[in-house]
């Protein structure tokens, strides 16, 4: 029983962990990578499709990503989806592929990137937190069925917090990879 919900405690921080690296991969630096176009939804024949599934994606430089649409009619539903995106990109259309320049970030830029990855860290560390506390809450129903000890309970929430700990140090360190990363110049 206390086993079952430490593995959940376990699987759920790792899948926040995960959310957390796949938001700092959406967060422009002054590189290309092709996770800079997760998210990017394109209207395609009436239907909301990700991008990456339209299109090959390939970074043949630091600051350029190419697009090779799997359907040249995407071209330009593509390059809109693109311009429309909060990413401050400008898709360039040759009518065969799409290459996105990435324009080196300004300091003021990075500052607000550097801000908007703390707020993001800090939402992931409440939701971190969330798992903690539902832990405990499962555990003190169990103690409260007598189907395990104060003592158990006890132990089982010191391992919890710190297998909390243990997450959110992940994060912090996450964290700062990301902000070097935004303002090495």
Known sequence: MIEDIIEELR???EHTLGSLRREFGRTRTGRAAASLLDGIMVEYYGTKTPLNQ???INVPEARLLVLQPYDKGALHEI???IQQSDLGLNPLNDGKIIRIPIP???AERRKELVKHIHKV???FRVSMRNHRRDA???LKV????KEITEDDLR???ERVQQITTDYIERVDKALKTKEAEILEV
């Open 11 to 13: 699987k759920e921080m």
């Open 54 to 56: 339209l299109a090959g």
């Open 79 to 81: 390059e809109r989806a």
């Open 104 to 106: 080196e970030l300004t």
């Open 121 to 123: 860290t800090e939402e």
């Open 136 to 138: 405990i809450d499962m």
């Open 142 to 145: 169990l103690e409260k069925d």
């Open 155 to 157: 132990r089982a929430q």
